[in-house]
């Protein structure tokens, strides 16, 4: 599934930050907050002392794991969009999170460098292709130590075809439209609302983090499989 090229994707994100987390939490009435609160406990869950946030944005999923954290435990908060993590530099309560400009295809960590690794709401963006998305997840699992583990939240396909016909009729009748509203950025909200219905069900996606290595991957799903958090383990 082809998506936006990679610099396209960067100077989209460039146009949000702002409103990046309000517009999030207007088009999912709230429930973005709590679906990341949950991976993050899920997370946390995972113990060691080496956690990494990929694709952290504005940092809310990091700023999570922070509180819920062990005295001792470095987090990183990896991002290609130097404008996104600005925003996420910013917040008080991410004083103590080390942000890292790079390139989730080729990360500048050593092999086994992490314990957690987690990514919210990004695996779309990343997915220019089911190849690319492999690759990217390949890349995590080189820099998890062996146990580690990788947990994913995503928008996802609901299994039942009229939840699944409501679930893309709400994405095309209001994602677009209130996104650039309240954002201002037509190209981004445009960008969401065309990758949400197109993306892989829950099965498809645990599926592909085996293709790039990880050999125990579980999920559940989230408001009937509109979301879904995947844990996979190395």
């Known amino acids: 599934m082809a998506s936006k090229a990679p610099s396209a994707v960067q100077s989209m994100f460039a146009e949000v930050p702002a409103t990046y987390e309000l517009v999030n939490h207007v088009l999912t009435l709230g429930l973005d907050v ?3 609160r949950r991976a993050a406990r899920i997370a946390a869950k995972a ?8 694709c952290t944005g504005t940092g809310e999923t990091a700023v999570y794991l922070s509180r819920l954290a062990p005295d001792g435990t470095k987090i990183y908060g990896v991002d290609f969009s130097d404008a996104m993590m600005e925003k996420a530099r910013a917040k008080p309560q991410a004083a103590g999170i080390k942000f890292v ?3 989730i295809k080729s990360l500048p960590f050593d092999d086994g460098s992490f314990d957690l690794i987690t990514m919210s709401f990004a695996t779309r963006n990343i997915n220019l292709s089911r190849d690319i ?3 990217s997840f390949a890349e995590y699992y080189r820099v998890l130590k062996p146990g580690g583990r990788f947990v994913n939240l995503e928008t996802s396909r609901p299994p039942s075809a009229l939840v699944r016909k409501c679930f893309h009729l709400y994405v095309k ?9 309240l954002s201002g950025a037509r190209t981004a909200y445009g960008y969401l609302a065309a990758t949400i219905p197109r ?4 099965e498809e996606l645990a599926a592909i ?8 991957v579980t999920f559940q799903r989230l408001m009937f499989g509109a979301a879904a958090i995947h844990q996979a383990v190395k």
């Open 34 to 36: 709590l679906w990341r």
């Open 47 to 54: 113990g060691g002392t080496q956690w990494a946030d990929m």
């Open 101 to 103: 400009v790079a390139d």
């Open 133 to 135: 998305l492999v690759r």
């Open 173 to 181: 009748l209001f994602v677009e439209r209130l996104g650039r509203r």
């Open 199 to 202: 993306f892989y069900s829950a």
């Open 209 to 216: 983090m085996k293709e790039a290595g990880f050999g125990q």
